[in-house]
Each structure stands twice: as structure tokens, then as C-alpha cells.
């Protein structure tokens, strides 16, 4: 079956504007991940959201980021003001019901480059 | 101190040499542990999953997990050129399978013809 997707691949824009970033998960799959990985900072965890609910908001690094998920399925995660510091690959990951709750699967990631 | 530490590498071996890539970690709740590969400008595909101690084998490749140690290693066998990547080790905590995995900064693996 279809991966996990994400748009756009890349993004462009200048410092103060908004961005958002999509994720399309893998049917069926009930828990989704937002993480970030940048050169200097290695992959690091954003939120985590179950259905639609976020119990894990604790890797958001400012109230610039936030992220909502929808009919359990699509998210957007959301940088208000964009910053030089906010250019990064921004990644989703989903996983599967219990059993094999804890393999996570990532998308292809969105190339963020803020001017 | 991170909480995974992953010696960045670079790793450079010929073709049909059997690598080890390895991380430490210093959270004692880890129990469960994955290795991802990730090539230039793709996400990360997951390739070994292990949940607490023990060893596990799938064809070229063994991950390995020591608690006692606090150490995790990925051997690859019979090297290819198409295993140069970056190879990322990742843990979680037990009590539950859900929540965010802590990575390793990557080792970046050539194998060379």
C-alpha cells in the first residue's frame, strides 16, 4: 500500500511568513509524528498526535509551531513567523494499532529553507 | 550529555566487509530499540526492531541489544555498495508502545566497489 506522504517536498520562504507543512499517513494507522531534523541538531521529536488528540506537544520548540490532525487522518503542522533557525526537513512519521505500535514509518519529509 | 549517543562517522569499507555501527545510551527506560536507514534526501526507513534484550537477524542484517551495557550495535554482513547511507539508531521507553522515539545522530556508511 501507499506510504506515507508529504507536501510540498520543498519550501521556500522569507523570514516572518507562515508555513504550512501537510502529512498524509498511512491508512488505518491511528498514531502520527511530527519530527525535525537539521544538521546541526540531529532528528529531533516535534509532537505526537493519537486520533486527533496531541497527548505529546513537549518537542515543540515555540508557540510559533503548532499542528492539527483532522478525521484521524491528515495533519498540518504550522510555523507562524518563520525564523532562519526554523529551516530543517520537517518529517511524519505514522504507526500501526497495537502490536506493532511502535515501528514507526516516515514520509519522504518537507525541505524547509526560510531567507 | 544526549540522552543516544551515535558516533557520526564517517564509516569507509570496501565491498563484502562486515560493518558495526553502535550506539550508547544513558536512559535505563529504553526498552524499545530500532535501527533506520536513511539515504540522501529520503526519510528514514526503518530496519531492525528490537523490544528489550536479545539479538534479532533478518538476511545481511543482526541488531543486538545489551542493557546491562546500555549498548546497541547493527552488524551488516557481506557489505553492498547500495548499504551506503546514513544509518540511524532510535529507542523508546516500555510501558507503552505509542510516543516519541529519542535517535542517534547518525553514522554516514560508504561501502566502496
Known amino acids: 500500500g501507499a506510504g506515507v506522504s508529504q507536501s510540498p517536498s520543498n519550501k521556500v520562504t522569507e523570514k516572518g511568513k507562515d508555513v504550512e507543512l501537510r502529512c498524509d499517513p498511512i491508512s488505518g494507522h491511528t498514531a502520527l509524528y511530527w519530527y525535525r531534523q537539521s544538521l546541526g541538531q540531529g532528528l529531533e521529536f516535534l509532537i505526537y498526535f493519537q486520533g486527533n488528540s496531541a497527548p505529546d506537544k513537549s518537542g515543540l520548540p515555540s508557540d510559533r509551531f503548532s499542528a492539527e490532525r483532522t478525521g484521524g487522518s491528515v495533519s498540518t503542522l504550522t510555523i507562524q513567523r518563520t525564523q532562519q533557525e526554523d529551516s530543517a526537513v520537517y518529517l511524519c512519521?505514522?504507526?500501526?494499532?497495537?502490536?506493532?505500535?511502535?515501528?514507526?514509518?516516515f514520509g519522504p519529509g518537507t525541505r524547509l529553507t526560510v531567507l | 550529555q544526549k540522552e543516544v549517543e551515535q558516533d557520526p562517522g564517517p564509516l569507509s569499507v570496501p565491498e563484502g566487509a562486515i560493518v558495526s555501527l553502535n550506539c550508547t545510551y544513558s536512559n535505563s527506560a529504553f526498552q524499545y530499540f530500532m535501527w533506520y536507514r536513511q539515504y540522501s534526501r529520503k526519510g528514514p526507513e526503518l530496519l531492525m526492531y528490537?523490544?528489550?534484550?536479545g539479538n534479532k537477524e533478518d538476511g545481511r542484517f543482526t541488531a543486538q541489544v545489551d542493557k546491562s551495557s546500555k549498548y546497541i550495535s547493527l552488524f551488516i554482513r557481506d557489505s553492498q555498495p547500495s548499504d551506503s547511507a546514513t544509518y540511524l539508531c532510535a529507542m523508546k521507553p516500555g510501558g507503552t508502545s505509542y510516543g516519541k522515539l529519542t535517535f542517534g545522530q547518525g553514522t554516514i556508511l560508504t561501502v566502496h566497489p
Open positions: 512519521a505514522s504507526s500501526p494499532t497495537s502490536g506493532r505500535a511502535a515501528e514507526q514509518f
Open positions: 528490537t523490544y528489550s534484550s
